[in-house]
């Protein structure tokens, strides 16, 4: 069983950053597939970013290319996700997913964190 925690979450001015970040316990998470998803009230899981088990291989919605980083530490047993560039479109619950059989479908992720709320002000 794997238990995810995150934090980091917050109120931020539009352009602004937060780094989120996703610690596991439980199990160690160096071969999991990892992502976080974001979610409105009422609506289904989007998906942020990805990283293989290794790191070396991620993935981004279309949404956030170019602002947010993903990037995972093994040795901690943590995922992190940097988010630049925040707009007031970003403001979400956050998740992060472990143990997925692919990457970017929400529903073939078995661990989940509680989310982290991320406010982002005009």
């Known amino acids: 069983q794997v238990q995810l925690v995150e934090s980091g979450g917050g109120l931020v001015q539009a352009g602004g950053s937060l780094r989120l970040s996703c610690t596991a316990s439980?199990?160690?998470?160096?071969?999991?597939?990892m992502a976080w998803f974001r979610q409105a009230p009422g609506k289904e899981r989007e998906f942020v970013a990805a990283?293989?088990?290794?790191?070396?291989?991620?993935y981004y919605g279309d949404s956030v290319k170019g602002r947010f980083t993903i990037s995972r530490d093994n040795a901690k047993n943590t995922l992190y996700l940097q988010m630049d560039s925040l707009k007031p479109e970003d403001t979400f619950v956050y998740y992060c997913?472990?143990?997925?059989?692919?990457?970017?479908?929400?529903?073939?992720?078995?661990?989940w964190g509680q989310g982290t709320q991320v406010t982002v002000s005009s």
């Open positions: 439980g199990r160690i998470i160096n071969s999991y597939v």
């Open positions: 990283i293989s088990v290794s790191g070396s291989n991620t």
């Open positions: 997913a472990a143990n997925s059989r692919s990457f970017f479908n929400p529903t073939d992720y078995r661990y």
